[in-house]
């Protein structure tokens, strides 16, 4: 069974930066993909960057040169870097590994 954690959402202005954290207990982490997902209000749940077990990185076209997926597999943690934010990447973030998902990170981009 593997737990994940979420955590480094928040209220942010147009513009800026935030980054998220996805913990992850249990075993098998390094060699799995990781994927960030997020829905809106009102919106499907829409995958938004996956990170390969080598590292390899995939995004949707709405983040692509905006957003950064990670890890540390030291750490079993995977990131998301997310810069020059727009109200409509206002979501909860989930991050997802092993078919399981975490409770979530709610970002609001708001002046």
């Known amino acids: 069974q593997v737990r994940l954690v979420e955590s480094g959402g928040g209220l942010v202005q147009p513009g800026g930066s935030l980054r998220l954290s996805c913990a992850a207990s249990g075993s098998g982490f390094r060699d799995a993909p990781v994927t960030w997902y997020r829905q809106g209000p009102e919106k499907q749940r829409e995958l938004v960057a996956e990170?390969?077990?080598?590292?390899?990185?995939q995004y949707s076209d709405s983040v692509k040169g905006r957003f950064t997926i990670s890890r540390d597999d030291a750490k079993n943690t995977v990131y998301l870097q997310m810069n020059a934010l727009k109200p409509e990447d206002t979501a909860m973030y989930y991050c997802y590994l092993f078919a399981n998902w975490g409770q979530g990170t709610q970002v609001t981009v708001s002046s």
């Open positions: 990170i390969s077990s080598n590292g390899y990185t």
